[in-house]
């Protein structure tokens, strides 16, 4: 069974940048994208962009110039960094494996923008 | 990027009736590969959402057969045979044919 582990800092400063690490358990890193997706408080769904085990990114435009993700393979783990955060980051983060469905989700990680 | 709409926004229900929600984009998710890359999700309050049904009709492991799932081209349509008190939450339709991913904006499932 397949299971994703998030983590990162939770309490960020305007203008500073976000850091999560998602690992993966139990399963091939190999094979699959693996994306972030947010979810700001009481709205939707938001995909920010994934990865594959040969370092292949694809990125949502609207948060490209801002946004890397990397990978880990050694670790099965990967990471998603957005610089220059302000409250409209504020959200729920959520790492997943895809690509063309999203069949298993991390457990979130809150990400609140304050002064 | 590719626009999902769902209606309704909210759906309140009596356990044991059916549900249905739909969901439209903007264009075809029809992809080269003669697949469809639409799924639905659903995300029950302080969860993370998990997949309920791939390429528009194919049941995650796991998911009932009373959740089903059908349409093709631009227009989808997922179906609760009979609801029950577990199935309470947000669903989300998410198309992966084209990038970015996209996701409908959500359609609150409640009691009646």
């Known amino acids: 069974q397949v299971q994703l582990q998030q983590w990162g800092a939770g309490l960020l400063k305007p203008s500073e940048t976000l850091s999560l690490t998602c690992a993966v358990y139990?399963?091939?890193?190999?094979?699959?994208?693996w994306s972030w997706i947010r979810q700001p408080p009481g709205k939707g769904l938001e995909w920010i962009g994934d990865?594959?085990?040969?370092?292949?990114?694809n990125y949502s435009p609207s948060l490209e110039s801002r946004v890397t993700i990397s990978a880990d393979t050694s670790k099965n783990q990967f990471s998603l960094h957005l610089r220059s955060v302000t409250a409209a980051d504020m959200a729920v983060y959520y790492c997943?494996?895809?690509?063309?469905?999203?069949?298993?989700w991390g457990q979130g990680s809150l990400v609140t923008v304050s002064s | 990027d590719i626009v999902m709409t769902q209606t309704p926004l909210s759906l309140s229900v009596t356990p044991g009736q059916p549900a249905s929600i739909s969901c439209k984009s903007s264009?075809?998710?029809?992809?080269?590969?003669?697949?469809?890359?639409l799924s639905w999700y659903l995300q029950r309050p302080g969860q993370s959402p998990h997949l309920l049904i791939y390429?528009?009709?194919r049941r995650s492991s796991g998911v009932p057969d009373r959740f089903s799932g059908s349409g093709s081209g631009t227009d989808f349509t997922l179906i609760i045979s009979r609801v029950e008190a577990d199935d309470l939450g947000l669903y989300y339709c998410?198309?992966?044919?084209?990038?970015?991913?996209?996701f409908g904006g959500g359609t609150r499932v409640d009691n009646k």
């Open positions: 139990g399963g091939s890193f190999s094979g699959n994208y």
């Open positions: 390429e528009v009709s």
């Open positions: 997943a494996r895809g690509p063309l469905s999203l069949d298993y």
């Open positions: 998410m198309q992966g044919t084209h990038l970015p991913l996209t």
């Open positions: 264009q075809s998710l029809l992809d080269t590969d003669g697949k469809t890359y």
């Open positions: 990865i594959n085990d040969s370092g292949r990114t």
